[in-house]
């Protein structure tokens, strides 16, 4: 993964590359972002999935509160897709990104 950063660090359409981690879960392994820094050199920024909902002091539960609202045979993974995506293109907008490339592990 270094390695490939620093090829596209290189390349003139990438200013700079960071990786977003949108939290899904209450919380995260110590030195989460530690780790990650030394596994990949590239830095962390965590995005709690709750800031999607634009409520001051929304948490985890009115997410999953949210996501209750829908009958069982609703997709609500494409729900998390949505709020997730409104997440990453905030964050780009706010540190003035011109482009998001998105990606998934897996």
């Known amino acids: 993964m270094v390695n490939l950063m620093k090829r596209y660090q290189k390349n003139k359409l990438f200013n700079e590359l960071a990786c977003i981690h949108i939290q899904q879960q209450d919380t995260l392994p110590e030195n989460y972002k ?4 030394k596994e990949t ?7 709690k999935l709750e800031e999607a909902l634009e409520k001051e ?29 409104r997440l990453i293109l905030k964050y780009a ?4 990104y011109q482009f998001v490339l998105k990606g998934h592990n897996g």
């Open 41 to 47: 050199g590239l830095n962390l920024k965590i995005i």
């Open 93 to 96: 907008q706010e540190h003035n």
């Open 57 to 85: 002091g929304a948490k985890l539960e009115d997410v999953r509160k949210l996501l209750g609202m829908f009958n069982k045979n609703a997709n609500t993974i494409d729900l998390l897709n949505i709020l997730r995506d």
């Open 34 to 37: 530690v780790i990650f820094k």
